[in-house]
């Protein structure tokens, strides 16, 4: 991650980033770090969900040779699970 917590003397807390050497942010509470740290989380994967997406709609494969179509989804389901249950997620999927 980077970051370190750290406890201060007056008992609330810095971050400290081992990027740049330095503290980033001090005198916090529990709950503003869990804060901070949600929002940088969100980020990610807000970056991550785009690169998927954008991938897909290129039709490219962003996870390699594991990327299933629509049909191969609908065929892992078939085989692991049932042909009830495949139909229920289609019907599912294509009434919206």
Request: hydrophobic content about 30%; aromatic content about 10%.
């Amino acid at each position: 991650m980077g970051q370190q917590i750290i406890k201060q003397p007056n008992g609330k807390y810095c971050l400290f980033s081992s990027v740049v050497d330095n503290v980033t942010y001090y005198d916090m509470t529990k709950e503003e770090i869990v804060e901070v740290w949600t929002e940088k989380a969100k980020k990610d994967f807000e970056e991550k969900v785009n690169d998927i997406v954008s991938k897909l709609d290129k039709g490219e494969k962003p996870y390699f040779q594991f990327t299933l179509g629509y049909e191969e989804m609908l065929q892992t389901i078939l085989e692991v699970h049932s042909a009830d249950e495949m139909q229920n997620i289609k019907s599912t999927i294509e009434s919206e």
